[in-house]
């Protein structure tokens, strides 16, 4: 079941992006199972940072993620597999992986910068 976004005409979004955010608008269980990459801070294989899901994780941690596991770890991004759909992706900064379309969406392609 899909809720409705509450989206307004603004100075930051035109109506291709609001109705592509529309398309992309999911429940939240759905939501939760979603991998979001929003920072990076990469030194070598063995002392790196990640953000996903608006959690930290390092080396030490990394066992903690739930539904996934990691595959590497680069300077330009993340590999991982999906423990719901058996699948391997990989992640650059600000995109985010939907394990249930299969697809990865990346605000870069809708022109959204950070």
Request: hydrophobic share 40%; aromatic share 14%; net charge negative.
């Amino acid at each position: 079941m899909k809720k409705k976004a509450c989206l307004f005409l603004s100075l930051f979004f035109s109506e291709n992006e609001i109705a592509l955010i529309k398309e992309n608008f999911v429940d939240s269980k759905a939501s939760s199972q979603n991998l979001s990459l929003t920072s990076l801070i990469y030194y070598d294989d063995n002392h790196w940072s990640l953000w996903l899901n608006k959690k930290l994780f390092h080396p030490e941690n990394i066992h903690e993620l739930e539904d996934y596991e990691l595959k590497k770890v680069t300077s330009t991004g993340a590999h991982f597999f999906c423990r719901l759909n058996q699948k391997t992706f990989s992640l650059r900064l600000h995109q985010v992986y939907m394990p249930l379309e299969e697809k990865i969406f990346d605000p870069h392609e809708i022109g959204v910068s950070f």
